[in-house]
């Protein structure tokens, strides 16, 4: 499996330095050619199946897992011309897996590669700043429409929910609110509303929680003592008016609002 790897890791390097990451579609089509060439070589992996077996993507995605590791390292060094890379390399990774997606679909199987930009993701956002994060976040927004439309989301939704949990987790609540926000919109669009880990499958409530609100005798109490103070206003005013204000609350909508609280 040493062989192997090396193998894939060269492929990955040649990749980079022709600059035909820049082409993305060229290079995922490089890789595509290659990764077959590497499975079908007999002195490498001992395999006449055209299927891609399990130790052969586990190969390949530690590979690239490897790879992303050594971006993570440029960008601590550099941050601003890591992170270019990184984004290339995190383009040129969801441009493989979708030219993987529809040769495998074409056949009528399923590539076992739907999850490897999510992995990639993953492991670089766990360990950057926050700066770098906003950053790559900015990317993730701007191809969310091409993961989508492959139907990838569906592939890697669990590991795309931990990965935001964990970026939320990061976050300062009065300096990264703008970040979280988009995050959670994120995260909103790109799960469907059935989704099990944003729904109450269990019917729970929050027995704990008490509503107070005010009795009909306190409201009306209340409201009166609000329009006395208003007719002294107008009084001041040398105006009077005895008309309820048009926008003033009756208890029957009070008591409606304040009690659905009780529920949720």
């Given at each position: 499996?040493?062989?192997?790897?090396?193998?894939?890791?060269?492929?990955?390097?040649?990749?980079?330095?022709?600059?035909?990451?820049?082409?993305?579609?060229?290079?995922?089509?490089?890789?595509?050619?290659?990764?077959?060439?590497?499975?079908?070589?007999?002195?490498?992996?001992?395999?006449?199946?055209?299927?891609?077996?399990?130790?052969?993507?586990?190969?390949?995605?530690?590979?690239?897992?490897?790879?992303?590791?050594?971006?993570?390292?440029?960008?601590?060094?550099?941050?601003?011309?890591?992170?270019?890379?990184?984004?290339?390399?995190?383009?040129?990774?969801?441009?493989?897996?979708?030219?993987?997606?529809?040769?495998?679909?074409?056949?009528?199987?399923?590539?076992?590669?739907?999850?490897?930009?999510?992995?990639?993701?993953?492991?670089?956002?766990?360990?950057?700043?926050?700066?770098?994060?906003?950053?790559?976040?900015?990317?993730?927004?701007?191809?969310?429409?091409?993961?989508?439309?492959?139907?990838?989301?569906?592939?890697?939704?669990?590991?795309?929910?931990?990965?935001?949990?964990?970026?939320?987790?990061?976050?300062?609540?009065?300096?990264?609110?703008?970040?979280?926000?988009?995050?959670?919109?994120?995260?909103?669009?790109?799960?469907?509303?059935?989704?099990?880990?944003?729904?109450?499958?269990?019917?729970?409530?929050?027995?704990?929680?008490?509503?107070?609100?005010?009795?009909?005798?306190?409201?009306?109490?209340?409201l009166s003592e609000m329009k006395n103070d208003n007719n002294k206003k107008m009084e001041n005013e040398n105006e009077?008016?005895?008309?309820?204000?048009?926008?003033?609350?009756?208890?029957?909508?009070?008591?409606?609002?304040?009690?659905?609280?009780?529920?949720?």
């Open positions: 499996m040493a062989a192997l790897h090396l193998r894939i890791e060269s492929l990955l390097r040649l990749i980079e330095k022709s600059n035909s990451i820049s082409d993305r579609s060229e290079a995922a089509k490089f890789m595509m050619s290659g990764a077959r060439k590497i499975h079908s070589d007999p002195s490498l992996y001992n395999s006449r199946d055209t299927k891609y077996s399990d130790a052969f993507v586990s190969e390949m995605e530690l590979s690239f897992r490897q790879y992303t590791t050594r971006l993570i390292n440029d960008m601590a060094r550099d941050s601003e011309g890591g992170a270019s890379r990184t984004i290339r390399f995190l383009g040129f990774s969801v441009n493989y897996t979708i030219a993987e997606e529809k040769w495998f679909k074409a056949k009528g199987e399923t590539s076992p590669f739907g999850k490897l930009p999510f992995i990639l993701l993953e492991d670089i956002l766990e360990g950057q700043s926050i700066n770098n994060c906003r950053v790559i976040w900015q990317w993730l927004e701007e191809v969310s429409g091409q993961l989508s439309s492959a139907g990838l989301f569906l592939k890697g939704r669990i590991i795309l929910l931990r990965m935001c949990n964990g970026l939320l987790k990061q976050m300062s609540k009065m300096y990264d609110a703008t970040l979280a926000g988009r995050v959670l919109s994120f995260l909103a669009t790109s799960h469907c509303l059935n989704e099990r880990s944003g729904v109450n499958i269990g019917g729970h409530k929050n027995l704990d929680h008490e509503t107070e609100f005010e009795t009909k005798e306190e409201f009306e109490l209340h009077e008016s005895d008309e309820p204000s048009e926008g003033a609350v009756d208890y029957d909508l009070y008591e409606s609002f304040w009690s659905l609280q009780q529920v949720f």
